[in-house]
């Protein structure tokens, strides 16, 4: 049986030009992604990346704007349902209390996700794991020269 996998994430840039990854173990694989994941069931996307955003960081986000749809087929790593990602720009309502990391997969005791900024011109393809996120880090980069 296959099905579709719908997914929401936030990218969140501080004032130091540098953008919020979430490092996990979880399914006996370890993974970077971006802050957000599955909607639910009766959920719109951006209650389903507010969610999300409290869940993980603790954090009440505020939705800028959409920044990208994938376009591409994409198998999900971790079942058989085809993954379709919806990627916004996101601030945070008030400043995240969150222990940062420095060190990828730097888990504190008893948690398998932790939470690192990356300067977006130094982010590369090979610091996020899914190949969803591999092409937001093309665009947030493209974006960022840009300006």
């Known amino acids: ?57 603790e954090a009440e986000v505020e939705v800028i704007n959409h920044f990208y749809t994938t376009d591409f087929y994409e198998k999900s790593s971790f079942n058989e349902s085809q993954v379709i ?19 990828v997969f730097d888990f504190d005791e008893g948690l398998s996700q932790s939470f690192r900024w990356k300067k977006i011109n130094e982010l590369t393809q090979d610091d996020v794991t899914f190949r969803t996120d591999k092409t937001v880090v093309e665009l947030l980069k493209a974006l960022v020269y840009e300006k």
């Not at 990602?85 to 060190?103: C, E, G, R, T, W």
């Open 85 to 103: 990602s919806v990627y916004y720009l996101v601030k945070a309502v008030h400043p995240l209390q969150l222990n940062f990391k420095i060190k």
């Open 1 to 57: 049986m296959s099905y579709f996998n719908i997914r929401v994430y936030g990218l969140l840039i501080n004032q130091h030009q540098e953008v919020l990854l979430s490092d996990e173990f979880e399914v006996g694989r370890y993974f970077t992604k971006f802050p957000g994941g599955g909607l639910e069931l009766g959920e719109g996307l951006i209650d389903g990346l507010k969610r999300e955003f409290m869940e993980e960081c």
